[in-house]
């Protein structure tokens, strides 16, 4: 199992980002899914998180601006950035909840992955 983030960059304060995280491999199901980001010196927090039905939660700081979304057909996940602050400064982190195995030896693994970061920089 691969997750596969992408979309960070460069931009100025006001401006919008979106991140893609894309989930490979030989998965069943995949139940929550989140971004998360780590800026220097700092501890790795929660952003947002997804449920397999829809439930969304944010940190209180992006809330209203942020907006994360998901197509389970495709066990692809995104993250909506709008006005983005130059505090929204970090490396950004897909992580995902989910069942994996193989369907012909009929194993099944419950795991927790994470994607390898996508670096989003905002200017003032």
């Known amino acids: 199992v691969q997750l596969q983030a992408s979309g960070g960059g460069l931009v100025q304060a006001g401006g919008s980002l979106r991140l893609s995280c894309a989930a490979s491999?030989?998965?069943?199901?995949?139940?929550?899914m989140d971004w998360y980001r780590q800026a220097p010196g700092k501890q790795r927090e929660l952003v947002a998180s997804i449920t397999g039905g829809g439930t969304t939660n944010y940190l209180d700081s992006v809330k209203g601006r942020f907006t994360i979304s998901r197509d389970n057909a495709k066990n692809t996940l995104w993250l909506q950035m709008n006005s983005l602050k130059p505090e929204d400064t970090a490396v950004y982190y897909c992580?995902?909840?989910?069942?994996?195995?193989?369907?012909?030896?009929?194993?099944?693994?419950?795991?927790?992955?994470w994607g390898q970061g996508t670096l989003v920089t905002v200017s003032s």
């Open positions: 491999g030989s998965i069943f199901i995949v139940y929550e």
């Open positions: 992580h995902a909840d989910l069942l994996s195995g193989n369907r012909d030896l009929g194993t099944v693994v419950a795991g927790k992955y």
